[in-house]
């Protein structure tokens, strides 16, 4: 219960207070309730120093725990820690476990060893020159004489001139060392191997060295550097003397009874050798790199070089060959310039093929020409389309027998060169004349490879008519009244990369009424009176009008091959400084990829 407290009232005899008997009765019950509480008396419980002290009233008075000498008194919640600083600081001396002796600074030290319980050097007093022996009867270190020294035998290992191991030789951390630059052999006897568990490791100080024969024989891989780190592996190997002997210098050598050869390969991938990735269009295989000495420095001489040539994909990786030499000119490496190439389909390149020895190269297939290529021999030109054309400008071609035989064309195609004899032989012509037939104009200049000159003609197949050039264009003789008739000029630009932009000149006429624009790709052309104005115009940006006089005749935006009719028909001329037939374009390809962009104008002359 809870101490009661005596009600008074609001004042002496209210009437509002406890009566007498309550009161009392409240003093009672509290005095019953305190003397629950009431302490007679403290007791110490087990042995030691006692805490409780006495007990004053109802106060119990307890004694305070000290810290001593290096010693700490700390309390936490209900625990009182005891802790001492640094044991056994300053000197002890007594009995220490049964024995004589001090301790000091915790180090003990003892005046006999015979202090020791398992020594006993005082029943047989040592004499000079013994050790203690164990003693397996008395379980004790006992004084004794052994023979030959310490260790059964030698009292110096260099003593023993036959050593031999017991066990495994434990290095425990140090070395093998030889004094000043003496040698450190090892020699297995007789056929016996040097068999080694771990790597060998020859650090930057050391080399490896052997005189006569090397073999390696094994069973798995020999790797000089690391598949499973960036440590590389280098190969040098020095020869000092020459030699042209097989076997000398580096020799791969294989003996078997199949008719296949053990490939000597050179292996490619990206990331490493623990995580292959692929490698991609543009890596190098293999550097074959070829140097000399040019006396201060070493400089590449020549480098075969295999590459990547195409997308890698699952079991297809094109690749090419490409072959570089020194010029001879140029100073330095940029003199190492590639000379030729192999493709994956089999197609050499080279500049210039010559015969290696003597003055006649053989050819003893036939020779293909690829579009928009030619074949040139002596001073004459055989391009793709069949036409023999000089080399030079103006240069007449003369075809001759040997001696007095004829010589026979069949399927003569004639321009407006001229085939003609010196008297000693016949001309004879096995078909019906006939002329070069061409799908446009620029077909046939381009097949003509030069400017046209007056007095040339071929067969339009589109206008299915004759045609004859002059004075300073292809006409339609009798096309009567001294009208010009339409005609189609076209130009190719050289390869582009998406959205990239080129320039097309375009042999047209001075001055001409433009029709339509046809594209072969998708593509913004644009027509300009000169090349000036072209260039200037070369920063605006597509679908900005160009300014007033800025030389644009006409511009068409395409999404694809097709054909824009320019209606009405726009006036074009060409406004160079001495006016030409040329016609200045520039198209931006637009058809998603690299392409060229073909640009074909319908025109007809209106200048001379």
């Not at 206008?463 to 300073?472: C, D, E, L």
Request: aromatic share 8%.
């Amino acid at each position: 219960m809870a101490i009661q407290n005596i009600n008074l009232g609001t004042y002496a005899n209210d009437g509002t207070g406890d009566d007498l008997r309550a009161a009392f009765t409240k003093v009672n019950d509290n005095f019953d309730y305190i003397d629950t509480f009431a302490v007679i008396s403290g007791t110490n419980l087990g042995a030691g120093a006692p805490v409780f002290k006495t007990a004053n009233g109802g106060a119990l008075q307890f004694r305070t725990i000290a810290a001593g000498t290096n010693l700490t008194v700390s309390y936490d919640g209900n625990v009182i820690t005891v802790a001492a600083n640094n044991p056994f600081v300053g000197n002890v001396t007594g009995n220490v476990t049964g024995n004589a002796g001090t301790v000091t600074n915790g180090v003990y030290t003892t005046s006999s060893i015979n202090a020791l319980a398992d020594v006993d050097t005082s029943s047989t007093p040592p004499t000079n020159g013994q050790s203690l022996v164990w003693n397996t009867v008395a379980s004790q270190w006992k004084p004794a004489t052994v023979s030959g020294g310490i260790g059964g035998g030698i009292a110096d290992i260099v003593e023993d001139t036959s050593p031999q191991l017991g066990g495994n030789l434990d290095v425990n951390g140090y070395s093998i060392v030889s004094a000043g630059d003496g040698d450190i052999s090892i020699d297995p006897g007789g056929n016996g191997n040097i068999i080694l568990h771990g790597n060998l490791t020859i650090n930057s100080a050391g080399n490896f060295t052997k005189t006569g024969e090397i073999n390696f024989n094994p069973s798995a891989l020999t790797s000089f550097g690391s598949n499973s780190s960036a440590t590389d592996g280098n190969v040098y190997i020095t020869r000092n003397s020459y030699s042209s002997a097989i076997g000398q210098g580096f020799t791969f050598a294989q003996h078997h009874e199949t008719a296949d050869a053990v490939n000597f390969t050179f292996y490619r991938t990206r990331g490493t050798g623990n995580a292959q990735t692929s490698i991609i269009n543009g890596d190098d295989i293999i550097d074959l790199t070829f140097a000399g000495y040019e006396g201060s420095s070493t400089l590449g001489v020549g480098n075969i070089t295999c590459q990547a040539d195409g997308v890698v994909s699952t079991g297809k990786i094109p690749g090419r060959f490409r072959f570089a030499l020194h010029d001879g000119v140029t100073s330095g490496a940029f003199g190492l310039r590639a000379v030729a190439e192999l493709s994956s389909a089999g197609t050499w390149k080279v500049n210039t093929l010559s015969a290696y020895s003597g003055s006649t190269m053989s050819v003893l297939s036939n020779v293909s020409i690829g579009n928009n290529f030619s074949l040139s021999v002596g001073g004459m030109t055989l391009s793709q389309d069949g036409l023999i054309t000089s080399t030079s400008s103006n240069q007449s071609i003369t075809i001759r027998s040997n001696g007095i035989g004829n010589v026979a064309i069949e399927g003569i195609s004639i321009t407006s060169r001229q085939i003609a004899t010196d008297g000693n032989f016949a001309l004879q012509l096995m078909s019906v004349l006939q002329l070069p037939s061409y799908a446009s104009e620029a077909t046939a200049n381009s097949a003509v490879g030069a400017s046209p000159v007056s007095g040339m003609m071929y067969y339009d197949s589109t206008a299915n008519s004759i045609k004859i050039y002059g004075p300073s264009s292809w006409q339609i003789p009798g096309a009567g009244s001294g009208l010009f008739s339409r005609a189609s000029v076209a130009g190719t630009s050289a390869s582009l990369a998406d959205n990239a932009s080129g320039n097309i000149d375009i042999t047209g006429f001075k001055g001409y009424m433009l029709y339509k624009i046809q594209t072969s790709v998708a593509s913004w052309v644009r027509l300009y009176t000169d090349s000036t104005s072209r260039t200037a115009d070369a920063s605006r940006l597509e679908g900005v009008d160009p300014a007033p006089g800025a030389g644009v005749i006409a511009e068409v935006i395409t999404t694809g091959a097709s054909t824009i009719l320019i209606s009405p028909g726009a006036f074009g001329f060409n406004n160079e400084g001495t006016p030409t037939t040329n016609i200045p374009v520039r198209v931006t390809n637009k058809s998603g990829s690299t392409s060229t962009v073909t640009v074909t104008l319908v025109v007809v002359q209106l200048e001379a």
